[in-house]
């Protein structure tokens, strides 16, 4: 089913069960994996993903459709996963970078994680990078996203992506070259 | 071998489509890094999206659907009652505390509108939570409650029998 078609038929009482399990179904695998290389915990990921589906379906109304569905909705997983790190990090009463650091931390005792020494430099040098540029990185290099859908989900400039980009690669090949 | 060349206003030259194709090879040359694996080793319990689109919906009532206008109802006329409430059931002398009739006569919907209203531990990020995505514009600012009406509830909840206790 396309998307127009499940949106309009989720704007409706009468449709709209059907259509949100349409669209959760068709997203749920790729926001799951945008959601987990920002929170790293599957269970954190899990909690974020299914708050990222409420709140698609309390707004859908209000989603005027001048964007395609499908970034809207990474915006949102991306709000909520970022803004899920904020308030960790204010419950801890500590830094976001400090917060990373945690992360990575319990990432080597995690049973969801079985990644060899190189996957876990990887993660550290990831989350070394600001914010940002972390996000940036993870998108383009895992996901594989167009710019111009970043450019949407991020409300950043093409150019300022691809530069976030290019500084993000170098110093994770800086780090990962340490070795 | 000799390349096509294109001049610039002080005589430097780059060959001929240098530009027309530079974000093509730029990109080319950093999307895929011979120093970054792209397995980042992470896995999921087996089975877990299964069911999930389920899981969700059983977490959604769509009863509760917030409409696309939403009425903030914090000045005077929940806020006093909530405060009435709150200062009559906790700081108030034991004398004027809720019997198990009245707690019956609360029903669920009552508990889960009180609290969807924002009266039980509401901070900063609760508030955003609450009103993210939605516009100011759709923010419908209710009349204060008059005076006389606020005095009326007063006395018909008899709060003048209460004693204040401060310590």
Known sequence: MRDNIVIKELKSSTTQEKAFKTLVEKYKERLYWHIRRIVLDHDDADDVLQNTFIKVYRNIQSFKEDSAIYTWMYRIATNEALSFLQKRAKFYDTTSQELQQKMIENIKADEYFDGDEIQLKLQEAISTLPEKQRIVFNMKYFEELKYEDMSAILETSVGALKASYHHAVKKIEMQLTKL | ?167
């Open chain 2, 1 to 167: 071998m000799k390349r096509k060349v294109s001049k610039n206003k002080i005589d430097f030259s780059v060959p001929e489509n240098y530009f027309s194709d530079f974000d093509k090879r730029l990109e080319s040359s950093i999307s895929t890094s011979e120093v970054i694996p792209k397995a980042t080793g992470f896995t999921v319990p087996e089975g877990f999206l299964d069911d999930f689109e389920n899981r969700v919906w059983s977490q959604i009532d769509p009863g509760t659907t917030r409409d696309k206008t939403v009425k903030v109802r914090f000045l005077y006329a929940m806020s006093s009652i909530a405060a009435i409430l709150i200062l009559g059931f906790l700081l108030i002398k034991p004398a004027s505390t809720l019997t198990t009739e009245q707690a019956d006569e609360l029903t669920s919907f009552d508990v889960k509108t009180y609290i969807d209203d924002g009266f039980i531990n509401l901070n900063t990020y609760d508030i955003i939570d609450t009103f993210e995505g939605v516009s100011l514009e759709d923010i419908q600012m209710t009349d204060p409650i008059p005076r006389e009406e606020i005095i009326e509830y007063l006395n018909q909840n008899n709060v003048d029998n209460y004693t204040l206790t401060f310590e």
